[in-house]
């Protein structure tokens, strides 16, 4: 099937690139060029700068890139973490496109006639209608359903197309893990290449995930320079180099380029299981044999946690079986709850697990910022705050060998000085739209670097 591009709307003269890298530390790309290991974002970056950018709080991905493309913070755009929560009536569930509370950069470019090219990037699925074409990022199903025009999902399918490495490989088989994202990085570049060139878009965005999975399971193996993954590990790496090098040939000297992380990673020293020190410790009650989540949790709990650090509580009148009276109780339990957190220590060495823990309203503000936890623990670096329930113990060392870190994204702009110190992903919607020679939204909360 031929599918036919609608052409109708003219180019504007400032178009733009973003490639995406998700979760690839500053760090480890700045060590990696001056070792030689990536000598096409050496050439890239040669001249210009890699900057340390700051990712968003819980640094995770959906929330990073929905920070990203909305240059809100997440009580504007809505999108709080991987997971969330329905409080009434009580539910769990996956945040996508339809819950995102804000403009994206894409709505914006469309609404201005502007075309767009969107690949991969979380939080775009389901597909929403856009002014050219997007693909929907991982939490995509079915390829023939993943794109906007949906008619393009016949054609992705016949390229082959790939929504995402499979995780579970990940686990229990490293070396076809491997495979399984050599094949998903290449076929989504087929895809980008393919793109790039047909589409006549003002706004590019091809998003890489696989690196993003690749350091879960094996950032550790990594970093311990394991003789069996090391190597290919950087392999891995190099092939991301490549595809950088080529869009930035592809890239037109009247085109902005923009290459970019949404946090670092760094190497998972136990897992904390915060629902578990919350029920060691009486404030949260599960009913059943196998409760499976916080979703069975009695009427008598008083708090319970979200990944990751997400703590919520039962409040009456809020959750379906509030527990806690608003006013001076809730307010007690909050302050006791964070004063509780704070003393957290690894039991086999005695560290301190949490380095801080925030209130709602000093994170966040906008329309939706009330849906957000009562309180954000913020782990030290190694201690990734989990959510399991019935675990043996609080603490343990799991298959996911690597987890995020707030302070190490890593942000490249083509010919453009920024001169702000310190600055989040938060500032590059406004400052794409600069690019694009508009006018940043009022209401985002990012500044333009540029
Ligand atoms: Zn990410």
Redesign the pocket.
């Known amino acids: 099937m031929k599918f036919f591009f609608n052409k109708g709307n003219a180019r504007t003269t400032r178009r733009v690139v973003v490639i995406g890298i ?2 690839t530390p500053q760090t480890f790309l700045k060590k990696h060029i001056a070792a030689g290991d990536l000598p096409h974002l050496k050439r890239i970056t040669d001249g210009g700068q890699l900057h340390q950018m700051n990712s968003v709080q819980p640094c ?2 959906s929330v ?2 929905s920070t990203f493309m909305t240059g809100v913070n997440p009580g504007k755009h809505r999108i709080f973490g991987f997971v969330d929560r329905k409080p009434n009536p009580f539910g769990i569930f996956l945040p996508n496109a339809i819950h995102m509370g804000a403009k994206t950069l894409w709505d914006i470019f469309s609404e201005a006639g502007k075309r767009v090219a969107v690949i991969n990037v ?1 939080v775009t699925s389901p597909p929403k209608e856009v002014n050219g074409i997007l693909i929907g990022g991982f939490l995509s199903v079915d390829v023939l359903k993943c794109a906007y025009p949906r008619e393009f999902g016949a054609e992705l399918k016949q390229w082959d197309y790939r929504i995402d490495a499979d995780a579970n490989l990940g686990r229990n088989d490293k070396e076809a893990f491997f495979e399984d994202l050599f094949v998903t990085l290449d076929r989504r570049l087929e895809a980008a290449r393919r793109i790039f060139e047909r589409e006549p878009w003002d706004f590019f965005q091809l998003h890489v995930m696989e690196t ?1 999975r690749i350091n879960h399971f094996l950032w550790e193996h990594y970093e311990k320079e394991d003789p069996k993954y090391h190597a290919r590990f950087l392999e891995f790496y190099g092939k991301v180099d490549e595809l950088l090098g080529e869009f930035y040939d592809r890239t037109k000297d009247d085109t902005e380029f923009i290459v970019l ?3 670092g990673f760094c190497t998972v020293k136990k897992e904390v299981y915060l629902n578990q020190w919350l029920e060691d410790r009486g404030y949260l009650k599960l009913t059943g044999d196998q409760p499976r989540s916080v979703a069975d949790m009695d009427s008598s709990s008083r708090a319970y946690s979200l990944i990751p650090g997400r703590v919520f509580l039962n409040l009456e009148g809020r959750e379906q079986n509030g527990a806690v009276p608003k006013g001076a109780e809730a307010e007690a339990l909050t302050n006791e709850l964070a004063e509780a957190l704070l003393t957290m220590t690894d039991p086999d060495d005695g560290s301190r697990i949490i380095e801080q823990v925030v209130r709602r309203d000093d994170l966040y503000t906008g329309l939706y910022s009330q849906e957000a936890a009562d309180l954000i623990a913020i782990p030290y670096d190694g201690y990734d705050l989990k959510a399991n329930v019935r675990q043996p113990s609080i603490t343990f060392k799991g298959d996911l060998v690597g987890m ?1 870190t707030f302070w190490d994204a890593a942000l490249y702009v083509k010919d453009r000085q920024i001169q702000i110190d310190d600055f989040g992903i938060i500032d590059l919607a406004p400052s794409i739209m600069k690019m694009m020679d508009m006018e940043p939204l009022p209401e985002m909360d990012g500044r333009s670097l540029i």
């Open positions: 998700d979760g995770i991905s990073a890139w979380p993003d992380s949404d946090h995020h």
